[in-house]
T-cell receptor, first 113, second 115 residues
Framework: AQSVTQPDIHITVSEGASLELRCNYS??????LFWYVQSPGQGLQLLLK??????LVQGIKGFEAEFKRSQSSFNLRKPSVHWSDAAEYFC???????????FGAGTILRVKS | KAGVTQTPRYLIKTRGQQVTLSCSPI?????VSWYQQTPGQGLQFLFE???????NKGNFPGRFSGRQFSNSRSEMNVSTLELGDSALYLC??????????????FGPGTRLTVL
């Protein structure tokens, strides 16, 4: 069965500092991997996705993520965080040919000025 | 292109009642999936509909059901509401045409409160 672990429930970074949010997945085949962001009271916005090919993927808002098969990881990074990045971030894994996503528990990002 | 829309945005019901939530997918998207989000259980997959047929189902009791219409709009129904059904219900749509189209785009959600 698929599963996703986001080890950090909360992360606080200073504005302008770099960010890395961790995601580890468990899946028997090559997965589809996603990062979504959710602001309070809102739905989920897609930041980026990995299906195949280049293991470093670029997303919106200056985010990127790297797929590392050997570590079963798909960590999200941003070189310089802005106050508007404060939100909850979810990593998700999906099976090819199906639309059932399994989500991690989420990481709440606080940005201090 | 308009995004996924969900109605209503907020609902308050009492235990034992039933509720119907609606989702209109992005134009051209054929798959609609439903998720429940609660503070305790996080985001959990309920079911997916494609071409008016349920294609995937999560581990929820039979009180949770859904359907999809020929225009891809979907409804979700919860009967005999329980306090634990209070949650944000999210709908997502995708093209569902194969690799690289299985990207789900989410609506703003319906916040259901059961009293």
């Amino acid at each position: 069965a698929q599963s996703v672990t986001q080890p950090d429930i909360h992360i606080t970074v200073s504005e302008g500092a770099s960010l890395e949010l961790r995601c580890n997945y468990s899946y028997g085949a090559t997965p589809y991997l996603f990062w979504y962001v959710q602001s309070p009271g809102q739905g989920l916005q897609l930041l980026l996705k990995y299906f195949s090919g280049d293991t470093l993927v670029q997303g919106i808002k200056g985010f990127e993520a790297e797929f590392k098969r050997s570590q079963s990881s798909f960590n999200l990074r941003k070189p310089s965080v802005h106050w508007s990045d404060a939100a909850e971030y979810f990593c998700a894994v999906g099976a090819r040919g199906g639309n059932k996503l399994v989500f991690g528990a989420g990481t709440i990002l606080r940005v201090k000025s | 292109k308009a995004g996924v829309t969900q109605t209503p945005r907020y609902l308050i019901k009492t235990r034992g009642q039933q509720v119907t939530l609606s989702c209109s997918p992005i134009s051209g998207h054929r798959s609609v999936s439903w998720y429940q989000q609660t503070p305790g259980q996080g985001l959990q997959f309920l079911f997916e509909y494609f071409s008016e047929t349920q294609r995937n189902k999560g581990n929820f009791p039979g009180r949770f059901s859904g359907r999809q219409f020929s225009n891809s709009r979907s409804e979700m129904n919860v009967s005999t509401l329980e306090l634990g059904d209070s949650a944000l219900y999210l709908c997502a749509s995708s093209l569902a045409g194969g690799a690289d189209t299985d990207t789900q785009y989410f609506g703003p959600g319906t916040r259901l409160t059961v009293l």
